[in-house]
């Protein structure tokens, strides 16, 4: 063979060796796998990351709890405080109505009246009594001297029981202004109550 020739045929032969073992090196990089020297640590790092993210929900679950547990014990402590406030209010309010319903007992006097001179003495009832019982220490029949109005039995009842009538009508009204006032104060009570204790959302 020439020289050449033993070259070409050579060079072929490298070259073959070389290819061959240039697949074998790719064919066994990639077989096997790269593994990061910090995998391991990672790894570590999210176990115990997840480890303390349970335990601080756990801890804030508890704190909620131990949150709800004093806003329900608050809760209780004003409901009791503004139960007994309304109940004492309430009390008095019932006094009140019975009071008023007592003195819606007492009847207008229907013969009044034509008795008393008109217009005069009209809604004047218990003034009217105190004059009829100052005449009947003094002499004649007639409490006025132009308006027959006799110092009988008969007509002093009369007067009694219309001027009994306009001290009820004055008691009822006076009666109903204080009834309105303790109504308006257990709303009031009720009201506040709702307002700074009405739910337990933001102890939660």
Do not use: C, H
Request: glycine share 8%.
């Amino acid at each position: 063979m020439k020289r050449n020739e033993i070259f070409i045929i050579g060079g072929a032969i490298l070259a073959a060796i070389l290819l061959f073992k240039g697949q074998a090196t790719s064919s066994a990089s990639k077989s096997i796998p790269f593994i990061s020297p910090f995998s391991n640590l990672l790894g570590k790092a999210e176990a115990k990351a997840i480890q303390t993210l349970g335990s601080n929900i756990q801890t804030l679950q508890s704190v909620k709890e131990s949150n709800l547990g004093i806003a329900q014990s608050i809760l209780d402590l004003e409901r009791s405080t503004a139960d007994v406030k309304i109940s004492q209010q309430q009390t008095e309010l019932d006094k009140v109505q019975g009071y008023i319903g007592s003195q819606q007992k007492f009847a207008a006097s229907g013969a009044f009246a034509s008795l008393a001179p008109k217009g005069e003495w009209q809604n004047a009832a218990r003034a009217l009594l105190g004059r009829f019982d100052l005449e009947l220490s003094q002499g004649g029949d007639s409490v006025f001297p132009d308006f027959k109005l006799f110092k009988t039995r008969e007509n002093r009842g009369i007067i009694e029981q219309q001027a009994r009538y306009e001290t009820a009508q004055e008691n009822i009204a006076k009666a109903s202004e204080f009834a309105i006032r303790q109504q308006g104060e257990i709303d009031r009570l009720n009201e506040e109550y709702q307002t700074r204790f009405g739910g337990l959302s933001r102890y939660g």
